[in-house]
């Protein structure tokens, strides 16, 4: 059964830098797309970021681009992002996600989830 558990965030000021982890556990394939997205109030969820498990490459949403970095390391069944100059725009509610399918930016394609953690950027 697949649990994914996401740390980190809190409260930030904007230019500040933070990392948020996602523990994996269970059914995750190197064919699987791992992904970060977000969620604002009134927001629907939007893609942030998203590697693949058996390989480096990363893809990221226009907003994060230079700023956001992607990465896991298996041997850890952790995946990251560290987020960096961050602005209120950033905030939201952050939750790592598990596609078995493929390649996608769709929340819906993802099958699994974890709880969020809150991210707020103000000074």
């Known amino acids: 059964q697949v649990r994914l558990v996401e740390s980190g965030g809190g409260l930030q000021q904007p230019g500040d830098s933070t990392r948020l982890s996602c523990a994996v556990s269970g059914g995750v394939y190197s064919s699987s797309m791992m992904g970060w997205f977000r969620q604002a109030p009134g927001q629907e969820r939007e893609f942030v970021a998203s590697i693949w498990w058996g390989d480096p490459r990363t893809y990221y949403a226009d907003s994060v681009k230079g700023r956001f970095t992607i990465s896991r390391v298996r041997a850890e069944n952790t995946m990251y992002l560290q987020m960096n100059d961050l602005k209120a725009e950033d905030s939201a509610v952050y939750y790592c996600?598990?596609?078995?399918?493929?390649?996608?930016?769709?929340?819906?394609?993802?099958?699994?989830w974890g709880q969020g953690t809150q991210v707020t950027v103000s000074s």
């Open positions: 996600a598990l596609n078995r399918k493929g390649y996608s930016r769709i929340p819906n394609d993802y099958g699994y």
